[in-house]
T-cell receptor, first 115, second 115 residues
Framework: DAGVIQSPRHEVTEMGQEVTLRCKPISGHDYLFWYRQTMMRGLELLIYFNNNVPIDDSGMPEDRFSAKMPNASFSTLKIQPSEPRDSAVYFC?????????????FGEGSRLTVL | AQSVAQPEDQVNVAEGNPLTVKCTYSVSGNPYLFWYVQYPNRGLQFLLKYITGDNLVKGSYGFEAEFNKSQTSFHLKKPSALVSDSALYFCAVRDWGGATNKLIFGTGTLLAVQP
């Protein structure tokens, strides 16, 4: 398996623009997580899905952030409008609730810079 | 609520010396504990886990971790450090509460191995 695939790896945009980050989880995994990593706040869980259904979105900073999972092999995290304080590395991770013991498999991340 | 603490922001060790990265946990029930490593500009990679059984767990790259129930600790160790071990290390605990199935991560410890 190719692992968790994220795109784009790097995104530079201007304040006010819409940003869409994409994630393809490992095939067969039924959990998908979106994390944000910054120097100041460390690793933060934004939202996670089980069988394509959002379970906990309490970590989503505000209404400008939204996430969807239309099918088992694809998820998006959207920021509209973007602000400089959204600059961070965004990670997607997946895991299997049916097999294994909960370890997560992370993608390489999407580094977002909002000017 | 489940939590983990990594008391050291940074650990410095000379190459060839043993290393320890500390982690303590707080859980209700049996802990599922994990260690992850993050190299620069990469996603988090799974190193090892403790679920049950032997208190000494062996993982990738020669790392091991010792589960100590009485001290509620799960320290990461390696007998002989390599410069290539320099990275950011995260301890995590699985949150079993209710319908949740997520990992709670510590703040991370930067390991610097000097040649």
């Amino acid at each position: 398996d190719a692992g968790v695939i994220q795109s784009p790896r790097h995104e530079v945009t201007e304040m006010g623009q819409e940003v869409t980050l994409r994630c393809k989880p490992i095939s067969g995994h039924d959990y998908l997580f979106w994390y944000r990593q910054t120097m100041m706040r460390g690793l933060e869980l934004l939202i996670y899905f089980n069988n394509n259904v959002p379970i906990d979105d309490s970590g989503m900073p505000e209404d400008r952030f939204s996430a969807k999972m239309p099918n088992a092999s694809f998820s998006t995290l959207k920021i509209q409008p973007s602000e400089p304080r959204d600059s961070a590395v965004y990670f997607c991770a997946s895991s299997s609730g049916r097999q294994g013991t909960g370890e997560l498999f992370f993608g390489e991340g999407s580094r977002l810079t909002v000017l | 609520a489940q939590s983990v603490a990594q008391p050291e922001d940074q650990v410095n060790v000379a190459e060839g010396n043993p290393l320890t990265v500390k982690c303590t946990y707080s859980v209700s029930g049996n802990p599922y504990l994990f260690w992850y490593v993050q190299y620069p500009n990469r996603g988090l990679q799974f190193l090892l886990k403790y679920i049950t059984g032997d208190n000494l767990v062996k993982g990738s790259y020669g790392f091991e971790a010792e589960f100590n129930k009485s001290q509620t600790s799960f320290h990461l160790k390696k007998p002989s450090a390599l410069v290539s071990d320099s990275a950011l290390y995260f301890c995590a605990v699985r949150d079993w509460g209710g319908a949740t199935n997520k990992l709670i991560f510590g703040t991370g410890t930067l390991l610097a191995v000097q040649p």
